[in-house]
């Protein structure tokens, strides 16, 4: 295997594997045994993965650089391409599901795969393909028009990363001001952001009701793979972080205003932690990676065999630049069976966050891809993919000296805070896509005025120090989940509830803790949302108590970290 800069990167002939899955379907279909089915299906995974492997490899690049219109117009080619493909793999699933050697392919490979099979067969039509393509396109839009925004920051060209290192300053001037110039960005891109959600809300809603849904909601649901619980369940989750987790989190930005020494906790304050300053990690980003393998060697023999190979195939994109897409991510090149870690290094704790939460990801991907025969069951849903990134960084923190020295105690209490206060956001930003999606001709006015609503409920104590724009209810639009991945949000918020159940568990016995885990990286999507969890030890966050018991050992964590600082 050559190193990424050197994989070569080469259209999909998209014609040729639709022709190809044809006849594997015909296969199928006239399968006289379970071998000639079973074989029929490994073909065709392999048809699939070679697409997947090089739309990847463009998607990757295009957003490492989102002004390198080569890979910008092939990125255009590959959604084409692969909205196309999907009759094909539709025909294919439709054949595969209908066959009657299905019960010895679930007998074998467990049902989880033809279930979601049964499942994808209700979401794809010839008649949302040029949605579908719309859809992407729209996507691509914002995701160039919100890399571009930069702005010079005392003499630095920054973009939004880039100001967010400013609001951890312990100059409270300082703060503000990146805080001003970062809305401004925003403020200055809004009107394009509100046009492009606006068209990507009605989309999103013809495409359903063209599939027979009565609403998106109704769609994105099973689309998400949320075969478990319902809208319902996820409301009454949301319920019980307002009534468990928001009080707690009011309790700790009191607390930090406190040690701040200011009678307000302005929202550029709430990064700030310590009024000395927040632990930053020392090193550049090649010292920082070298530190993450020496992390990774010790932890286990299997993880530290995993970013052995993620540095030798130099598998990282880590330093923010201009036209960089925001944010960060893992994916996946199947026929390498190599991760991808992408993301944005600011000189903040986050960069060493990203070395553990992408790298959980990526654990799980390589894991599971040498553990599971079929590619399609390597990942999960993302409600328990994030358990993997989730709970890694709780796993890393017996580690942190090296990162950040004799601050690594105040990073840990940082790191855990911080877990508790983001799940009010996180299900803040569920219940704006509900709002809106139960009423999608909410003008951008509406749209802030509901986002407003939302915050005042789960952040009482957010603050924008009379910023306009953000008082108003422009802070939804920072969220790019929300015009790039419509419901993934509330996945974060149900996946921390049980990553700290593993870090509960790991104070109790490390050993039996991180046991359970490979378990569940190994298990990769092969099971229900349901049964991993059962799997691999965990209570479900959805039944009754599960919240409560587990915020109660935050707590408890919470005052024996803050001891130590």
Request: glycine share 6%; with cysteine; charged share 30%.
């Amino acid at each position: 295997m050559e190193k990424f800069s050197s994989m070569e990167y080469r259209r999909p002939d998209f014609a040729a594997c639709r022709k190809r899955l044809a006849q594997i379907t015909k296969k199928v279909k006239a399968a006289g045994s379970y071998a000639d089915y079973r074989a029929a299906y490994i073909e065709a995974e392999k048809v699939i993965t070679e697409v997947y492997t090089m739309s990847s490899l463009c998607e990757i690049r295009n957003t490492m650089d989102k002004t390198d219109s080569f890979y910008e117009a092939e990125q255009k080619a590959v959604s084409s391409g692969n909205a196309k493909m999907s009759l094909s793999l539709q025909k294919l699933m439709k054949a595969a599901v209908a066959s009657p050697l299905r019960k010895q392919f679930d007998e074998e490979f467990g049902p989880q795969l033809m279930k979601s099979f049964e499942m994808e067969l209700k979401l794809i039509s010839f008649r949302i393909i040029p949605d579908m393509i719309k859809e992407d396109r729209l996507s691509q839009k914002y995701s160039k028009d919100a890399a571009l925004c930069k702005c010079d920051f005392r003499g630095e060209e920054c973009n939004f990363y880039g100001l967010l290192k400013h609001m951890e300053s312990t100059d409270r001037d300082e703060r503000a001001e990146a805080f001003r110039a970062w809305a401004a960005l925003y403020e200055g891109v809004s009107e394009k952001l509100d046009k492009t959600y606006d068209k990507l809300v009605a989309l999103r809603v013809r495409k359903a009701k063209k599939l027979g849904f009565s609403n998106f909601i109704d769609y994105i649901y099973p689309a998400r793979g949320r075969f478990d619980y319902t809208a319902a369940d996820v409301e009454r989750f949301r319920a019980k972080v307002w009534e468990v987790i928001v009080p707690f989190c009011a309790e700790l930005y009191k607390e930090q205003a406190a040690r701040l020494g200011v009678d307000a906790m302005h929202w550029y304050d709430e990064a700030l932690v310590f009024p000395e300053g927040n632990a930053v990690p020392e090193g550049s980003m090649p010292e920082l990676v070298e530190k993450a393998g020496e992390m990774y060697a010790e932890m286990s023999p299997e993880t530290g065999e995993f970013f052995r190979f993620m540095r030798e195939y130099e598998l990282f994109d880590l330093e923010t630049r201009p036209g960089k897409h925001l944010g960060g991510y893992c994916t996946f090149l199947p026929d390498y069976k190599a991760p991808f870690i992408f993301s944005n290094f600011n000189g903040t704790s986050a960069d060493v966050d990203v070395l553990t939460h992408e790298a959980g990801h990526a654990f799980e991907c390589y894991t599971a891809s040498r553990t599971l025969p079929l590619a399609n069951q390597i990942s999960s849903t993302s409600e328990i993919n994030e358990i993997h990134s989730m709970s890694m960084e709780h796993f890393a923190y017996p580690w942190m000296e090296s990162f950040f020295g004799e601050k690594a105690d105040k990073y840990r209490f940082a790191h855990l805070c911080s877990a508790v206060e983001t799940i009010p956001y996180l299900v803040s930003v569920d219940e704006f896509q509900h709002r809106v999606f139960e009423n999608p001709g909410m003008t951008a006015a509406d749209r802030r005025r509901v986002w407003r609503e939302i915050e005042q409920t789960y952040l009482p104590w957010r603050d924008y120090d009379g910023n306009e724009f953000l008082s108003n209810g422009g802070f939804w639009m920072q969220k790019q989940h929300i015009f790039l991945y419509p419901f993934y949000y509330v996945d974060y918020a149900l996946a921390q509830i049980c990553a700290f159940q593993f870090f509960l568990r790991m104070r109790e016995d490390r050993e039996s803790a991180w046991n359970d885990y490979l378990k569940l990286c190994k298990a990769g999507g092969s099971k229900g949302y349901f049964e991993l969890l059962e799997y691999a030890g965990l209570d479900n966050p959805f039944a009754e108590g599960t919240v409560e018991k587990v915020i109660e050992g935050v707590k408890e964590a919470v005052a024996e970290f803050r001891a130590k600082i």
